[in-house]
Nanobody
Framework: QVRLVESGGGLVQAGGSLRLSCEAS????????MSWFRQAPGKEREFVAC????????YYTDSVKGRFTISRDNAKNTVYLQMNSLKPEDTAVYYC???????????????????WGQGTQVTVSS
């Protein structure tokens, strides 16, 4: 069984920064691709950022490129999302997720993930 727990969300003014953390426990997290998704009010959940199991490759949705950075510390079984220059449109519940396969590459579709955290709220005021 895998458990993912997000933290670090909160209320921030536009232009500010937040760092989200996703602490993972359970089988084979350190050899799994991990991603962040988000869901804004009234919208479907969307992909935000992905990091390969060994940290050698990352991928971002266009709207966050240059502002967000995903990273991981496999010794701590933790994945991070550093969010800078936040905008009101970044307001959402942010979820981390673990990909189904081991030693895989970048994956951006929800169906490729089997474990999800409970989410952490990020609110950006204008």
């Amino acid at each position: 069984q895998v458990r993912l727990v997000e933290s670090g969300g909160g209320l921030v003014q536009a232009g500010g920064s937040l760092r989200l953390s996703c602490e993972a426990s359970g089988r084979a997290v350190s050899i799994s691709t991990m991603s962040w998704f988000r869901q804004a009010p009234g919208k479907e959940r969307e992909f935000v950022a992905c990091i390969k199991w060994d940290g050698s490759s990352t991928y971002y949705t266009d709207s966050v490129k240059g502002r967000f950075t995903i990273s991981r510390d496999n010794a701590k079984n933790t994945v991070y999302l550093q969010m800078n220059s936040l905008k009101p449109e970044d307001t959402a519940v942010y979820y981390c997720a673990r990909a189904r396969s081991y030693y895989g590459g970048i994956k951006i579709q929800e169906h490729e993930y089997d474990y999800w955290g409970q989410g952490t709220q990020v609110t950006v005021s204008s």
